[in-house]
C-alpha cells in the first residue's frame, strides 16, 4: 500500500504535511530538516524539487528554490542525500517538483530514483490529467509511484469525479485562485468550495494546501478536510530562524 | 479565408491535444485547465464565423494598414544576386506584425464576453500592439515585462503607458521575456477571469495554433502579391527570424504544405551559438516544457531552463514555438542564426541602400542573406518583421562605435 494512504488510513484528522525545498537554506540541509519535521510531529513531508521556473509558486518558494540551486542542488544529489536516510526516516515523504525536471533527467531513471529513496507518491503540478492518461499512469504505475492531483475552486464536478477515481492517496485541494504563498485568512467563498468538496463525498481523502500558514488557518482548513499542507510560511520561518528552531513553527500549529 | 480548408489535413496542424509531432501540448496547472479549455473548445468557431472573419479583416484593412506590401528591394537584391522580396510588416500599424494577433485576439476575448487583458512582452511590441487594442476596444490591459527589457526597450514602455497599460516589471531570473511570461501565467492563475492574450506561437494548445492562424495574413497576402508580381505564389525561399516565432509561423504559414519552398527560420546567436551567451534555441536545446508546450528548449542536464542571450530583447527567448520545433524536427524549415554583430550589421546595410530601419529582430533574417549562394533567378522573400525607431538607443550606440 501507498504510504500516504496508510497513513491516512491511521489517522484522518488534523493530518498536518509541511512542504519544504531541498538544499535550503544550506546545501546540506535537506535531511536535517527532514529529520527536524519528523521529530516534531508533522505526519507527511512535501519534499520540494527546486526548478528555476516554478510557475505555480510564489515568490517565497521561488527565492528559496533559487538559493538552493545556487548552493548547488540538483536531483543527483538531492537523491544521495535522501538514500542516506532511507533507514532511519519514518515519515511519508513526497516529490514536489516540475514535469521538466522528470523529462530531462529521463523519466524512468526519475522513477527508479524516488523509489531508491523510499518515495513513493509525487506532486507535478503542471501535469495535466490528459498527459497522466495517456502517458504517465502507466509509468508510475510501473515503479508502484502514486500521482497526487490538484483541485482548484475551477474545477467542474465532473472533472473532481474523474480525478478522484484515478486518485490513491489523497487529492490535493487547492485553497483559492492563487499560487502556493497566498496571505491572509481563510473567506467564507473558500468555506462555500471547501463545504462543495466535502458534500461530493469523495472516496479520496482531502488535504488543504496554498495560503496555510498558521494555526488558525489550519485549524480551518482541518474542519473541512483530513489534513492541510504549510509550504511558504515555513520556507520563511526556515530562512529567518534556520534549521534549530523547526519546534518552534510546528509545535503551536500541532498543539 | 485565414484558415486552411477543413478537409486539407495538413501535418502541420495539431491533433486534438494540442501537438505538432511530439511537441505542443498544454501542461498548465490545474487552475488553468478551464480557462484554456474554453479557448480551445471555441477558437476555430471563433476564428471561422463569418462575424469575425468581417471585423478582423476591416480592422486589419483600416486600422493596422493592411495589405502591407511586398517590395522588390531592388538594391538588394543586386548585391546578393536573387530577388530579393520584403515584406513589409514593419509598415503596420505600431511598427510590428504583433498586431495581427492582437487585433484578432482581442475579437475573441470580447466575443468570450472578457474584459481585463493581460499580456507579456520582450522587445516592447506585443505589449504596445495589445495596450493599442485595448485602448481602441476600452479593456483594461496589464502588460509584464522583464526589467532588464523596460530599460533597454524604453520608447515601448512610454507608448504602452499612454495607450493607458499597466505595465508591470517582472524581476525574477534573468528579467526578460521568459520571465515576463513566468509572470503573466502567475498573474493568471490568481486572476482566472483575465483573458491571456499571449503574444507569440508559444504557450499551452490551443495558443500556438491560434496565434499561428492570426498571423497567417502575412503568407495569405504573399501569395496573391507574388502571384501579381512574379507570375506564381510561390517563392523559392522564405526567411523570417524567429525568437518564440510568431511573424515566420504567419509567413510560413500558407506554404507548410508545399514542399519545394524552402522555409528559413533565424535564430540568435547572440555573442556565437556556443559562446555560452546566445539564443540559439534549436542549436543548443533538447526536448522540454516551457510556459505550457512541450517544445526544444534551452536546459541543463536537470532540465533546470538556462538563460538565453541576444542583443534583441524579442529574440533572447530559452524555447520556441513547437510548431518550430516540428519544423526543425522534420527538417521542413531550415534553421540558421545570426550573431548580435551580424544583424546589426544587416540593419545598417538596409538602411543605407534601401532607406528602412529594420528592428534589430529583423536583421537577424536580414543578416543571413549574407551566408546563403543564390541562383540568379531566386525568389526570395524577407519577412520585415518591425520597424527599428525602438532600438535606435542600440543603433545609435553603434554609429558611435
Given at each position: 500500500?501507498?504510504?500516504?494512504?496508510?497513513?491516512?488510513?491511521?489517522?484522518?484528522?488534523?493530518?498536518?504535511?509541511?512542504?519544504?525545498?531541498?538544499?535550503?537554506?544550506?546545501?546540506?540541509?535537506?535531511?536535517?530538516?527532514?529529520?527536524?519535521?519528523?521529530?516534531?510531529?508533522?505526519?507527511?513531508?512535501?519534499?520540494?524539487?527546486?526548478?528555476?521556473?516554478?510557475?505555480?509558486?510564489?515568490?517565497?518558494?521561488?527565492?528559496?528554490?533559487?538559493?538552493?540551486?545556487?548552493?548547488?542542488?540538483?536531483?543527483?544529489?538531492?537523491?544521495?542525500?535522501?538514500?542516506?536516510?532511507?533507514?532511519?526516516?519514518?515519515?511519508?515523504?513526497?516529490?514536489?517538483?516540475?514535469?521538466?525536471?522528470?523529462?530531462?533527467?529521463?523519466?524512468?531513471?526519475?522513477?527508479?530514483?524516488?523509489?531508491?529513496?523510499?518515495?513513493?507518491?509525487?506532486?507535478?503540478?503542471?501535469?495535466?490529467?490528459?498527459?497522466?492518461?495517456?502517458?504517465?499512469?502507466?509509468?508510475?504505475?510501473?515503479?508502484?509511484?502514486?500521482?497526487?492531483?490538484?483541485?482548484?475552486?475551477?474545477?467542474?464536478?465532473?472533472?473532481?469525479?474523474?480525478?478522484?477515481?484515478?486518485?490513491?492517496?489523497?487529492?490535493?485541494?487547492?485553497?483559492?485562485?492563487?499560487?502556493?504563498?497566498?496571505?491572509?485568512?481563510?473567506?467564507?467563498?473558500?468555506?462555500?468550495?471547501?463545504?462543495?468538496?466535502?458534500?461530493?463525498?469523495?472516496?479520496?481523502?482531502?488535504?488543504?494546501?496554498?495560503g496555510i500558514s498558521d494555526k488558525t488557518t489550519f485549524n480551518t482548513a482541518c474542519s473541512?478536510?483530513?489534513?492541510?499542507?504549510?509550504?511558504?510560511?515555513?520556507?520563511?520561518?526556515?530562512?529567518?530562524?534556520?534549521?534549530?528552531?523547526?519546534?518552534?513553527?510546528?509545535?503551536?500549529?500541532?498543539? | 479565408?485565414?484558415?486552411?480548408?477543413?478537409?486539407?489535413?495538413?501535418?502541420?496542424?495539431?491533433?486534438?491535444?494540442?501537438?505538432?509531432?511530439?511537441?505542443?501540448?498544454?501542461?498548465?496547472?490545474?487552475?488553468?485547465?478551464?480557462?484554456?479549455?474554453?479557448?480551445?473548445?471555441?477558437?476555430?468557431?471563433?476564428?471561422?464565423?463569418?462575424?469575425?472573419?468581417?471585423?478582423?479583416?476591416?480592422?486589419?484593412?483600416?486600422?493596422?494598414?493592411?495589405?502591407?506590401?511586398?517590395?522588390?528591394?531592388?538594391?538588394?537584391?543586386?548585391?546578393?544576386?536573387?530577388?530579393?522580396?520584403?515584406?513589409?510588416?514593419?509598415?503596420?500599424?505600431?511598427?510590428?506584425?504583433?498586431?495581427?494577433?492582437?487585433?484578432?485576439?482581442?475579437?475573441?476575448?470580447?466575443?468570450?464576453?472578457?474584459?481585463?487583458?493581460?499580456?507579456?512582452?520582450?522587445?516592447?511590441?506585443?505589449?504596445?500592439?495589445t495596450a493599442t487594442v485595448c485602448a481602441l476596444m476600452g479593456l483594461e490591459c496589464t502588460?509584464?515585462?522583464?526589467?532588464?527589457?523596460?530599460?533597454?526597450?524604453?520608447?515601448?514602455?512610454?507608448?504602452?503607458?499612454?495607450?493607458?497599460?499597466?505595465?508591470?516589471?517582472?524581476?525574477?531570473?534573468?528579467?526578460?521575456?521568459?520571465?515576463?511570461?513566468?509572470?503573466?501565467?502567475?498573474?493568471?492563475?490568481?486572476?482566472?477571469?483575465?483573458?491571456?492574450?499571449?503574444?507569440?506561437?508559444?504557450?499551452?494548445?490551443?495558443?500556438?495554433?491560434?496565434?499561428?492562424?492570426?498571423?497567417?495574413?502575412?503568407?495569405?497576402?504573399?501569395?496573391?502579391?507574388?502571384?501579381?508580381?512574379?507570375?506564381?505564389?510561390?517563392?523559392?525561399?522564405?526567411?523570417?527570424?524567429?525568437?518564440?516565432?510568431?511573424?515566420?509561423?504567419?509567413?510560413?504559414?500558407?506554404?507548410?504544405?508545399?514542399?519545394?519552398?524552402?522555409?528559413?527560420?533565424?535564430?540568435?546567436?547572440?555573442?556565437?551559438?556556443?559562446?555560452?551567451?546566445?539564443?540559439?534555441?534549436?542549436?543548443?536545446?533538447?526536448?522540454?516544457?516551457?510556459?505550457?508546450?512541450?517544445?526544444?528548449?534551452?536546459?541543463?542536464?536537470?532540465?533546470?531552463?538556462?538563460?538565453?542571450?541576444?542583443?534583441?530583447?524579442?529574440?533572447?527567448?530559452?524555447?520556441?514555438?513547437?510548431?518550430?520545433?516540428?519544423?526543425?524536427?522534420?527538417?521542413?524549415?531550415?534553421?540558421?542564426?545570426?550573431?548580435?554583430?551580424?544583424?546589426?550589421?544587416?540593419?545598417?546595410?538596409?538602411?543605407?541602400?534601401?532607406?528602412?530601419?529594420?528592428?534589430?529582430?529583423?536583421?537577424?533574417?536580414?543578416?543571413?542573406?549574407?551566408?546563403?549562394?543564390?541562383?540568379?533567378?531566386?525568389?526570395?522573400?524577407?519577412?520585415?518583421?518591425?520597424?527599428?525607431?525602438?532600438?535606435?538607443?542600440?543603433?545609435?550606440?553603434?554609429?558611435?562605435?
Amino acid at each position: 500500500m501507498n504510504s500516504i494512504q496508510e497513513l491516512l488510513q491511521k489517522k484522518d484528522k488534523n493530518v498536518l504535511s509541511i512542504y519544504f525545498t531541498c538544499g535550503y537554506p544550506n546545501l546540506e540541509d535537506t535531511t536535517n530538516v527532514i529529520s527536524a519535521l519528523g521529530e516534531s510531529g508533522v505526519d507527511f513531508i512535501e519534499v520540494g524539487l527546486p526548478y528555476s521556473d516554478p510557475l505555480a509558486d510564489g515568490p517565497t518558494i521561488q527565492e528559496s528554490s533559487h538559493e538552493a540551486l545556487e548552493n548547488g542542488i540538483n536531483l543527483d544529489v538531492i537523491f544521495e542525500q535522501l538514500k542516506t536516510i532511507k533507514e532511519t526516516n519514518k515519515t511519508p515523504l513526497i516529490a514536489m517538483g516540475y514535469l521538466n525536471q522528470l523529462l530531462k533527467y529521463g523519466e524512468d531513471k526519475f522513477c527508479q530514483a524516488c523509489v531508491d529513496c523510499g518515495i513513493d507518491t509525487v506532486i507535478l503540478p503542471d501535469l495535466p490529467m490528459v498527459e497522466f492518461e495517456n502517458h504517465y499512469r502507466q509509468l508510475f504505475d510501473k515503479y508502484g509511484l502514486t500521482n497526487i492531483f490538484l483541485i482548484t475552486p475551477h474545477t467542474s464536478e465532473d472533472r473532481i469525479r474523474k480525478i478522484d477515481s484515478y486518485s490513491k492517496a489523497f487529492i490535493y485541494v487547492v485553497a483559492s485562485a492563487s499560487i502556493t504563498g497566498a496571505k491572509g485568512e481563510i473567506s467564507s467563498n473558500q468555506i462555500g468550495y471547501f463545504e462543495r468538496i466535502r458534500a461530493m463525498n469523495l472516496q479520496s481523502k482531502l488535504i488543504i494546501g496554498f495560503g496555510i500558514s498558521d494555526k488558525t488557518t489550519f485549524n480551518t482548513a482541518c474542519s473541512y478536510a483530513n489534513g492541510a499542507i504549510v509550504g511558504s510560511a515555513f520556507i520563511k520561518h526556515l530562512g529567518t530562524n534556520g534549521i534549530g528552531k523547526i519546534d518552534d513553527f510546528i509545535k503551536p500549529i500541532i498543539s | 479565408m485565414i484558415t486552411q480548408n477543413k478537409d486539407m489535413k495538413s501535418k502541420f496542424h495539431p491533433d486534438k491535444n494540442g501537438y505538432f509531432g511530439q511537441f505542443g501540448g498544454a501542461f498548465i496547472p490545474e487552475l488553468l485547465h478551464p480557462n484554456v479549455q474554453e479557448l480551445a473548445d471555441n477558437y476555430i468557431q471563433i476564428i471561422e464565423s463569418s462575424e469575425f472573419q468581417i471585423e478582423y479583416k476591416d480592422l486589419l484593412k483600416e486600422y493596422v494598414g493592411r495589405p502591407t506590401p511586398l517590395y522588390l528591394a531592388k538594391r538588394l537584391s543586386e548585391k546578393y544576386g536573387a530577388h530579393v522580396y520584403l515584406k513589409r510588416e514593419d509598415l503596420c500599424h505600431t511598427g510590428a506584425h504583433k498586431i495581427n494577433n492582437t487585433v484578432g485576439q482581442i475579437l475573441i476575448a470580447k466575443k468570450l464576453g472578457k474584459t481585463k487583458i493581460i499580456a507579456e512582452t520582450g522587445a516592447g511590441q506585443h505589449g504596445v500592439a495589445t495596450a493599442t487594442v485595448c485602448a481602441l476596444m476600452g479593456l483594461e490591459c496589464t502588460v509584464f515585462m522583464g526589467e532588464k527589457d523596460i530599460v533597454r526597450q524604453a520608447p515601448n514602455v512610454t507608448r504602452m503607458k499612454m495607450l493607458g497599460a499597466k505595465v508591470v516589471p517582472a524581476t525574477s531570473g534573468s528579467k526578460t521575456l521568459k520571465d515576463a511570461t513566468n509572470e503573466a501565467i502567475r498573474y493568471w492563475i490568481q486572476h482566472p477571469e483575465t483573458f491571456y492574450l499571449i503574444g507569440s506561437v508559444v504557450g499551452p494548445a490551443p495558443h500556438p495554433d491560434m496565434v499561428a492562424r492570426l498571423q497567417a495574413i502575412i503568407s495569405e497576402e504573399m501569395k496573391w502579391q507574388l502571384k501579381e508580381k512574379t507570375g506564381k505564389e510561390n517563392p523559392d525561399t522564405i526567411i523570417a527570424c524567429v525568437g518564440g516565432g510568431s511573424n515566420a509561423a504567419g509567413a510560413f504559414y500558407h506554404y507548410l504544405d508545399d514542399e519545394n519552398v524552402e522555409l528559413i527560420a533565424v535564430e540568435a546567436a547572440g555573442l556565437g551559438v556556443h559562446s555560452g551567451e546566445s539564443a540559439a534555441t534549436s542549436q543548443l536545446g533538447q526536448v522540454g516544457i516551457i510556459h505550457g508546450s512541450k517544445t526544444i528548449l534551452m536546459q541543463d542536464e536537470y532540465g533546470q531552463i538556462v538563460e538565453p542571450y541576444s542583443i534583441s530583447a524579442g529574440l533572447d527567448y530559452p524555447g520556441v514555438g513547437p510548431l518550430h520545433a516540428f519544423l526543425y524536427e522534420s527538417g521542413r524549415a531550415k534553421f540558421m542564426s545570426a550573431t548580435d554583430q551580424e544583424a546589426l550589421d544587416a540593419a545598417f546595410e538596409l538602411t543605407k541602400i534601401e532607406g528602412i530601419i529594420p528592428a534589430l529582430e529583423t536583421a537577424h533574417a536580414l543578416a543571413v542573406l549574407d551566408k546563403i549562394t543564390f541562383r540568379k533567378d531566386q525568389v526570395v522573400v524577407v519577412n520585415l518583421s518591425g520597424r527599428g525607431d525602438k532600438d535606435l538607443e542600440i543603433y545609435t550606440k553603434y554609429l558611435e562605435a
